[in-house]
């Protein structure tokens, strides 16, 4: 069915601008295919200066915020046995806090069916990241993506996550974020949007927990160190953003 296109309201957002559309009109995106992502916290690694960088997306026009240390790193993951397609792909999770005015509804699809999330803020910055084991490439067509606070319907479905740091049965419960793919300047060099119509919603997941750490080399636009992995937070999964507007 064709989607009607509404007439984009701008709105400040702290001097920022946000480009506001009740629905537009987006390619439909293949959950299969696009990759999943669990992500565990980083718990220690080497201390990094703080960076800025600018960012714009499709709620925010632009906002430059302060780059520091690691949060999460969110590895390939195969959900009830579906292969992963994409190897090399992984991402390191930073803080990039960035306010939102007005809050936002946004409405969403994916594998667990379409949901309405209210948005009331960017919190995080997912950037591509080579993982230095196993001749493992720099991901290639792989957004960045500025996540969103984000709350909505829990899920309650339970889930086999297969990944290289192992295999499980989680819970997936509340969504946390929605992430918009961005455009990112860092160092006078922008890094442009890859996939623009592929967006990722993070879920909180609960389940039996790794006993042992995991340490291992990375490298990305931000830093080459090594982190050390332990225990997991959060599921993103493939999105299709069909539309918002403000509340």
Request: proline content about 7%.
């Amino acid at each position: 069915m064709e989607q009607k296109s509404h007439r984009i309201v701008p709105v400040g957002v702290l001097g920022v601008i946000v480009a506001v559309a009740a629905f537009s009109v987006q390619a439909a995106v293949n959950f299969q295919r696009e990759t999943h992502f669990r992500c565990y916290t980083v718990s220690q690694q080497t201390p990094q200066p703080a960076e800025s960088v600018t960012l714009s997306d499709q709620f925010i026009a632009e906002a430059t915020v302060t780059i520091d240390e690691p949060l999460q790193f969110c590895a390939p993951t195969s959900k009830n046995g579906e292969p992963i397609r994409e190897e090399e792909e992984h991402l390191t999770m930073y803080a990039a806090p960035q306010e939102l005015t007005p809050d936002l509804r946004v409405f969403t699809e994916d594998q667990f069916g379409e949901r309405t999330l209210t948005v009331i803020g960017a919190r995080v910055l997912l950037v591509p990241t080579q993982k230095l084991v196993g001749g493992l490439g720099f991901p290639d067509e792989l957004n960045h993506s500025w996540c969103y606070e984000a709350t909505g319907p829990r899920v309650r479905q339970r889930v086999t996550l297969k990944d290289q740091f192992g295999e499980n049965r989680v819970r997936v419960e509340r969504p946390r974020f929605f992430c918009n793919p961005v455009e990112k300047t860092h160092g006078g060099v922008t890094t442009p949007i890859e996939e623009p119509d592929v967006h990722l919603t993070c879920y909180e997941i609960f389940g039996p927990q790794k006993t042992q750490a995991t340490q291992f080399g990375v490298s990305n636009q931000f830093e080459q160190d090594t982190f050390t992995v332990t225990s997991f937070q959060l599921l993103c999964v493939p999105s299709e953003k069909k539309g918002f507007e403000p509340l």
